[in-house]
């Protein structure tokens, strides 16, 4: 396993604003990972972050909305951008080591949008 | 798209007492499933993954149960502790995908 820090762990933020969230591993992995839980609904992943390239979007989610960086292979940043309240609800990193392997997960941000 | 179905989605348990739960899940080209639990304000802790039809996995008071073939799997507390509420999280994985979709969870509180 790893150890997984997310920054904010909670923020407020007003309709039309945009916010980072960041993800730092303390080792080195394959793998990360963005999802996001609304309220009353299942952990739905966003988007998977590639090192040194775009990241691969799920149907639903695009780019201009959540832009994510990987400049490394121990950190990530997924950006909120234009939010509105449908946009609160909890986002959590996750990494893996191997493709196919088990995912170990950040403590989330807990985002609420006025 | 993967159809992941928990049930109960809440459970309220006594201190002591035994329950369980359950996942569903498409069977056709089933690769893993994967548990987790989720206590509030914590990240999602990973408790199984399990590959193979029949099997059976333990840790603790925490057991879970795998049928690939009618796509289920069931999950067991035995003697329950306040310290198991949480929400219960299934994840299944599809041959060649990287992503789990998770189900809506089963929210389990415990009595004391």
Redesign the interface.
């Known amino acids: 396993?790893a150890v997984?820090s997310q920054k904010p762990s909670r923020d407020i933020c007003q309709r039309g604003t945009s916010l980072t969230i960041q993800c730092q591993v303390d080792s080195q992995v394959t793998?990360m990972?963005w999802y996001r839980q609304q309220p009353?609904?299942?952990?739905?992943?966003i988007a998977?972050a590639n090192q040194g390239s775009e990241a691969t979007y799920?149907s639903g989610f695009v780019i201009d909305k959540f832009p994510i960086s990987r400049p490394n292979l121990t950190f990530s940043t997924l950006t909120v951008s234009n939010m509105s309240p449908e946009d609160s609800s909890i986002y959590?990193c996750s990494v893996?080591w191997t493709?196919?392997g088990?995912?170990?997960?950040?403590?989330?941000t807990r985002l609420t949008v006025l | 798209i993967l159809n992941?179905e928990q049930s109960p989605q809440s459970l309220h348990v006594q201190e002591g007492d035994s329950t369980n739960f359950t996942c569903s899940f498409p069977s056709s080209n089933f690769?893993?499933l994967?548990w987790?639990r989720w206590e509030t304000?914590?990240?999602?802790e990973?408790l199984f993954?399990m590959t193979l039809n029949g099997d059976e996995k333990k840790k603790g008071r925490i057991s879970a149960t795998l049928n690939t073939k009618e796509g289920y799997s069931y999950l067991y507390i035995k003697g329950s502790q306040p310290e198991d509420s949480a929400t219960y999280?299934c994840?299944p994985?599809i041959q060649g995908a990287?992503?789990?979709?998770?189900?809506?969870?089963t929210r389990l509180t415990i009595n004391p």
């Not at chain 2, 990287?98 to 969870?105: D, M, Y």
């Open positions: 396993s997984i793998m990972f009353g609904q299942s952990l739905t992943l998977t799920e959590l893996a493709g196919g088990e995912q170990f997960f950040g403590p989330g | 992941v690769y893993a994967h987790y304000a914590k990240s999602p990973a993954v999280l994840a994985r990287q992503k789990l979709v998770f189900g809506q969870g």
